[in-house]
């Protein structure tokens, strides 16, 4: 037997967007259901991202996200790189008139999600299976699902989000040669640990050594996360504890410091991989997230996609369900693509300057050198990654209109010359993002000093 229902929005995925999606749609009065093929303790405990945009965390605040993200994440005003056997600081506040990042857990934003979305009375599935999409080409698409339990779900939407990460239906389910893609692998991956021991530096150790890349991030005042390049294709048997703590401690090394090491609680390797699927729409069905697009995780981009994606969403959502107007639901896309393939680039070009390419010579590497002296010594070079690391546009929720912006640029008006609205150089892509922020007032970062 099928059961038959109705909603507004159909949401398959209960990663961060999925779950951030449905309450920015229940802010604005829109019923969704969230259908996940996982386990809810199995969502909250996935060990993944940390670090947080400014503009993300504003936009948490503002969405009523925010209580204990403020009381137990460690704000950060910048980061080390370390290359040669030298670490230097860079200071993001300084270079960037006053932005920051946050280290907060992605296992504690889908926990508040989860938490807050259960509490409003909202539905969530978990543990569904054989997910489909269908009625695509119509205006009243259709999410099924196998409940935990056993009975088929048939529900009749307005639309549906595919937020259902890299492995998800939603993407294929386009109809054939709609979606391009655009991709490129990496010949690395990452080891990453959680480790019960207090974190050895304040703020994160980005390092680039001839072995192979280090980070050192944190979780809390008192769990460090620390990654290591591994070849593609590492099994993760050959890294015994003690094998982990001695190349950490030899690639990280610098004089007078010390790493300490503690209990390694979990250890995983994840493959690096840049992807990107557009357009993110067809008719009603709409990706967000790591459902469209993949960045390797140097740039700690990912989850920040993911949530101004359904950011923008929500937003093109509401004005097509509540008004009936398909402008944002159009711009929607382009909008978002806009973001994604800076954030790619930036993703990118972190990843090429501090991992070592198994396939590259001395050239290689010493253009890897030559570029990070220049990004530790002109203020232009750090600024460049500075902006970018905080979050570029800079992803801003508008209080009084309670609404979610995508800033187009970073700079007030005369900062950069040539991009003010309405210039000819302004291209498609930004006079869709345009178009997605209506007539309203946009607010203005800080500029660059
Ligand atoms: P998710 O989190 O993958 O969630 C998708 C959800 O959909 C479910 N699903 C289905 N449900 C129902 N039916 C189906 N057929 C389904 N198929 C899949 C899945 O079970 C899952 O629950 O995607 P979302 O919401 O788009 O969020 C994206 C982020 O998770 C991801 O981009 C980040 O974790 C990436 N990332 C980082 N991003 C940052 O912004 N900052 C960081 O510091 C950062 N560090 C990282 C990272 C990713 C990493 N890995 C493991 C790839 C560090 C690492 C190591
Ligand atoms: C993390 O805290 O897991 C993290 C931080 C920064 C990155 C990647 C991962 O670039």
Known sequence: MTVTSRTQVGIVGAGPAGLLLSHLLALRGIDSIVVENRSRAYCEARQRAGLLEAGTVELLRTVGLGDRMDAEGLEHGGIYLQFEGERHHLDFRDLTGGRWVTIYAQTEIVKDLIGTRLAAGA?????????????????????????????????????IAG?????????????????HVAEREYPYSWLGILASVPPSTDELIYCRHEDGFALHTMRTPQVSRLYLQVPADEDIEAWSDDRIWAELKHRLEVPGWELKEGHISEKAISPMRSFVASPMRYRRLFLAGDAAHIVPPTGAKGL?????????????????????????????????????????????????????????????????????????????AATMLAENYTGYFPLTWNTELSEAQVVPRAQGPGQQRGQRRGDPGLGQRERCAEAALGAEQVQRPQPVP
């Open 123 to 159: 539905t969530i599935e978990f543990e569904v299976s054989d997910t489909e999409v269908g009625e695509l080409d119509t205006e009243r698409p259709v999410l099924r699902f196998t409940d935990a339990e056993g009975t088929r779900h048939e529900v009749v939407c307005d639309a």
């Open 163 to 179: 937020c259902d990460g890299f492995h998800g239906i939603c993407r294929d389910s386009m109809p054939p040669g709609l979606i």
């Open 304 to 380: 920040n996609l993911a949530l101004a994606d359904v950011t923008v969403l929500a937003k093109a959502l509401s004005s097509l369900l509540k008004d009936g107007h398909a402008g944002l639901a159009d711009a929607y896309s382009d909008a978002s693509l806009t973001r994604v393939w800076r954030a790619t680039h930036f993703s990118w070009w972190m990843t090429s300057m501090l991992h070592v390419d198994p396939q590259s010579d001395q050239f290689g590497a010493e253009l890897q050198l030559a570029q990070l002296r220049y990004v530790i010594s002109s203020r232009a």
